[in-house]
């Protein structure tokens, strides 16, 4: 998707609605079974290829999955397009291991505990066969190498029994005494072995029997943030990624984990004057000076790195300006951007606040291009979801593959999908279930009473409730974290501690082929 594209498209470009299908679950849970605080998933993410997908948990476990066709065909998916084989289903994906990333851990200094769950993962470039990838908890990153091995055994080595036991037992004829360093003390026989038992003496051979997968651990950046950790983001180079707390950014090298700089530092001095915190970044996916960050006042700031050490100036200030008012106690809350991501042209960036999904170009800072309710029918209720702390979860949204569509999490482990092509109408509820498909929300034109009049009055929270269409939606369930697979109309979303595939089946595949995508990335210009 380009800006031309997005202003532009007329009726007859539009793509066709897609028709998502379940098609995968892993993790699920039995009617009335109780879900471990350990086995929630807190991190999804598709490597850039598709052919991998990695999901971390509040355990510190990350679980790595593969595509079937990698298994049945030998070589990943996107090679097998250049070749002259039918591919007629979407990619399947099937468990290929996992590891203990990070343990509980505690500050003695700050006597603060530490907890072991997987913030974000981020796939590195991967070499030589094997996989790289970066994963982070509260305040530590670790960057993990997970490869093949040879699993090596030695043959037995002694006499043939049946051959010997003719001339003598084996323990009668000839025995050593073992001692350190491989030494042996001869004890006397007056018997000896015949020439034919030598003969069957087997020497010790090394055999390789079968591969098994090994994850070590290369690196750990720690000791540089004094806050949590919110982000990581790998740049374009494949040398350097950022991690980002609530003040600061700091930039790293893989392959130094003993020093980091600081880019982006909005600690006042005074902490009674501060106002906002960055709640994400991420570095555009092609020019590698470039950084887009959030805050939690709704503003996204690109950065150019090629300006100055530390970036305490932006380039572009992204923000909407509010509607005279319409400012209430809950507006600077729902506006905090929790996600940001950069289409894969590196033209448009998608964020996602608690009410709305945003899509912004980047060549146009006087608002968004685009912006989509995610679910709108719960605004009235804000005084409930703010009392049992619902308004404070962080969602994540994610793009397609050509840019045409985004999608984005809510409550009842309900996720939403939204054509962002111009004069597209296409808004889908699914749930992450077996049975997906949802009956369409219709979201209001505006909520049903004014902001301005709603209590702060203590109340009982009221985890359940019904939306426009009156299908029952429950704060408990939320979906927070979804990837969206790099080629293909498939979804990836985590409800609890169950790992669902959605896929569709659209009249169009928007497989992109590999000419294909090197041919866009050399339409991409320069910002």
């Known amino acids: 998707m380009n800006g031309n594209?997005?202003?532009?498209a007329t009726g007859d470009d539009l793509p066709q609605p897609l028709d998502w299908k379940f098609s995968q679950v892993f993790g699920e849970r039995t009617a009335g079974e109780e879900v471990q605080e350990v086995d929630i998933i807190?991190?999804?993410?598709?490597?850039?290829?598709?052919?991998?997908?990695?999901?971390?948990?509040?355990?510190g476990r990350v679980v790595l999955f593969e595509t079937s066709d990698r298994l049945n065909h030998g070589g990943p998916r996107r090679d097998l397009e250049r070749m002259d084989y039918?591919?007629?289903?979407?990619p399947e994906f099937r468990y290929k291991t996992e590891f203990q990333s990070h343990e509980p851990e505690f500050d003695y200094l700050k006597s603060l505990e530490i907890e072991e769950k997987i913030n974000k993962i981020r796939w590195c470039q991967s070499a030589n066969g094997a996989l790289f990838l970066l994963s982070t908890n509260d305040k530590t990153i670790k960057f993990w190498k997970v490869h093949e091995k040879k699993v090596k055994k030695i043959c037995d080595m002694n006499v043939d029994q049946v051959k010997a036991v003719g001339n003598g037992s084996v323990s009668s004829t000839s025995s050593r005494t073992c001692i350190p360093n491989g030494g042996g003390a001869e004890k006397s026989s007056d018997k000896s072995i015949s020439s034919s038992a030598v003969a069957s003496l087997r020497l010790p051979t090394v055999a390789s029997h079968e591969m098994s997968l090994m994850a070590r651990c290369r690196r750990i950046y720690a000791h540089a943030h004094d806050y949590h950790i919110n982000s990581i983001s790998n740049?374009?180079?494949?040398?350097?990624?950022?991690?980002?707390?609530?003040?600061?950014?700091?930039?790293?090298?893989?392959?130094?984990?003993?020093?980091?700089?600081?880019?982006?530092?909005?600690?006042p001095s005074n902490m009674e004057d501060l106002t906002e915190v960055i709640t994400s970044a991420e570095f555009h996916p092609s020019h590698c000076n470039t950084l887009a960050y959030s805050s939690s006042k709704g503003s996204i700031r690109l950065i150019d790195m090629?300006?100055?050490?530390?970036?305490?100036?932006?380039?572009k200030l992204f923000v909407e300006q509010e509607a005279p008012g319409s400012k209430s106690f809950f507006t600077e809350i729902i506006a905090s951007i929790s996600d940001v991501k950069f289409a894969k042209d590196g033209r448009h960036i998608l964020s996602r606040d608690y009410m709305t999904l945003k899509l912004w170009d980047i060549n146009m800072d006087s608002g968004p291009v685009a912006t989509f309710q995610v679910h709108e029918y719960l605004r009235p209720k804000l005084c409930d979801l703010y009392e049992n702390d619902s308004i404070f979860d962080k969602f994540e949204c994610c793009l397609s593959g050509d840019g045409k569509r985004v999608a984005t999490g809510s409550y009842s482990n309900l996720f939403r999908v939204f054509g962002s092509s111009k004069g597209s109408t296409e808004a889908t509820t699914?749930?992450?279930?077996k049975n997906p498909i949802r009956r369409q929300v219709q979201a209001p034109s505006r909520s049903s009473r004014s902001l301005g009049t709603l209590s702060r009055a203590v109340r009982r929270a009221d985890n359940s409730g019904v939306d426009t269409n009156g299908n029952s939606f429950?704060?408990?369930?939320?979906?927070?974290?979804?990837?969206?697979h790099p080629t293909e109309n498939s979804l990836a979303c985590a409800a609890s501690n169950s790992l669902y595939?959605?896929?569709?089946?659209s009249k169009k595949n928007i497989i992109i082929a590999l000419p294909q995508i090197e041919a866009s990335k050399k339409c991409c210009g320069a910002l």
Not at 86 to 90: D, G, L, N, Q, V
Not at 306 to 315: G, K, N, P, T, V
Not at 475 to 482: D, G, I, S
């Open 5 to 8: 594209d997005h202003s532009a």
């Open 42 to 59: 807190s991190a999804i993410e598709f490597d850039k290829s598709g052919d991998y997908l990695a999901t971390g948990d509040r355990g």
């Open 86 to 90: 039918p591919i007629t289903r979407h």
């Open 235 to 267: 740049n374009s180079d494949g040398e350097t990624f950022v991690s980002v707390d609530d003040l600061r950014i700091n930039l790293w090298n893989l392959e130094i984990s003993n020093q980091s700089f600081n880019i982006v530092d909005v600690k």
């Open 306 to 315: 090629r300006q100055s050490a530390l970036c305490d100036r932006h380039s």
């Open 430 to 433: 699914l749930e992450a279930s």
């Open 474 to 484: 429950d704060f408990t369930t939320k979906l927070l974290h979804l990837a969206w």
């Open 501 to 505: 595939m959605s896929r569709s089946r």
